[in-house]
Each structure stands twice: as C-alpha cells, then as structure tokens.
C-alpha cells in the first residue's frame, strides 16, 4: 500500500486528498504511507543541479578574491567529469559574452581542451595563443585549441609553433625572434579576452609541474613556488620568486597579462585553491569559472 500511494503521489502527480478518496482512505494515513515509503527506501528523492550556477557562492568567491567576476557551478564524479563540466561552463560563458571583433587569448591545459571540445559557436573573432606548448599530449596542445576556436568562431588565427619552457634564455630570445612567433608576440597588446589554466605547485596539480625536468621543479619549490599561470610563476603572496624561468619561456608576460581588460582563468578541484590565491594576489585574473569544491575550498582559506 506505501509503494502505491507513493507511485500515486510522486510519478502520478496526485494530491494526498485526490488519493485518499480513490483508496477510500484518509488523508493522514496517506500522509503516513508516503512517509513510510521513504523510510524503507521505496522511494529516493534527487536534485539533478549538474553545470547549474550557484549566484550566491559565485559572489562570495569573486569578493573573497577581489576579482570582477566569478562563475561557480555544481559538478560531480571524477576529475576528469569535473574539468569537463567546468570547461563547458566557461565556453558557455564565453559564448554569451564574446562579441564580433574581440581579440581572444588562448592559453592551454586540459579543462581549456574541455571548454573547447564543447563550444557551440563564437562570433568572428581574432584567436591568439598565449603560451608555447608543454607536454606530449597534442589533443591538449594550445595550437589545437586555438584550431578549434578558429573552427568555432571563423576567425583569424596567431599560433605559436614553440615549446613553453626552452634550455637556457638564449634558444628563447632567438624563438621569439621567429616571424610567426614574433607576430602572435606582437598582438598581446590587442586581446581584450584571455582564457587562462592555473597550475598548483603546492600540492602538485600541473601539467607544467610535471613536464620540467625534477632538478629543475625542486629548485623552483625551494624558492616557494605554488602556482603558475601562463609561464609566471608564483609564491604564496602572489609575488615572482622566480622570474629567470620566464626568460626562458615563450608566454605572456605577468604585465602583458595585466594589460588585458578581461583574464579568465579556468580552475576545477579543491587542491587548487592556494593556487588560485595566488594567481588573484597578483592581479592576474579577474575572472573565475570553477567547481563547487574549489569555490569552497578558496573561501576557508583565511584572510591573512
């Protein structure tokens, strides 16, 4: 009889009078049967608020970082179901704010390569690439993201056929001296929207972090290193411990970075948060697309 008046109630839409009177019942012991239903595990009760933006959160997040704006959405399951859902979160977010004519800057990483895998479609566009390429995963490489922005937008493209971080600052200077690099190079001053990934080096969650050599990577944290963005990388106070790794990367500057109206970054799960610190404390982002955990771990941090 519970599982009855349960169907009744909850599949057929029925009131609790509507179902009294057809079970010749009252309406208390219809209330009770309902009840019982669920205290036997008859029947369970979900809210499907998957990629759903949470507004509330999202304001306390961008007060707590001091950034423009913030996008906070519910998202579940492993790491890789989460960037894919945070990455189609900031397409959407950039397909309802890009306009005709922008200049949009494209960093790399593998919730960029999520975003980009689910855009619907951008208005004509400019695409330029921000960073030279770090890993072996040519799916998630920034030529191919800015590939597949150009397919979406019908616009003009500046990739950067280059590593992100060469041998010594002289391979560098004389990579950026290439024409076509030195060309993207030159249209930094032009972007008016980039998208960026932010690394965490304390604890480990880069693509960055994993692709230098562990002489290097051990150095670097010793100097307090915690995160990077493009190829800055950061201390916890949101200062540059290591601004000799920058010569020898092929990337946007912090202050290019600075210089652009709009940064969004791109961040999922809760072991980037003092890394997304980081990146707000130096004034390299004024945007954020992320994951509840992440959003939720950035507010415990404290405030000192």
Known sequence: MALVVARKFYLEDHSKVEIADELQISRFKVARLIEQARSLGLITIS???EGLVDEDLSARVA????IDEARVI??????THVRDQVGKAAGELLTETLRPGDVLGMAWGRTLSSMTESLPSLPPMTIVQLTGAAGMNIFQS???LVRKLVQASGGSAYPIYAPLVLADPTTAEALRSQPDIARALSRYSE????VMSIGS???PESQLYESIHPDDRQ????RGVVAEISGVLLAEDGSEPAPDFLERCICATAAELRAIPRVLAVAAGARKAAAVRAVARAGLMNGLVTDRTLAEAVLA???S
């Open 219 to 222: 150095g670097l944290l010793d």
């Open 47 to 49: 809210i499907n608020d």
């Open 74 to 79: 519910e998202a579940y399951g492993d790491d």
């Open 191 to 194: 972007v008016t929207t980039a």
């Open 201 to 203: 080096w304390q604890p």
């Open 63 to 66: 007060a707590k970082l001091g």
């Open 301 to 303: 941090l404290p405030d």
């Open 142 to 144: 920034p030529v191919e």
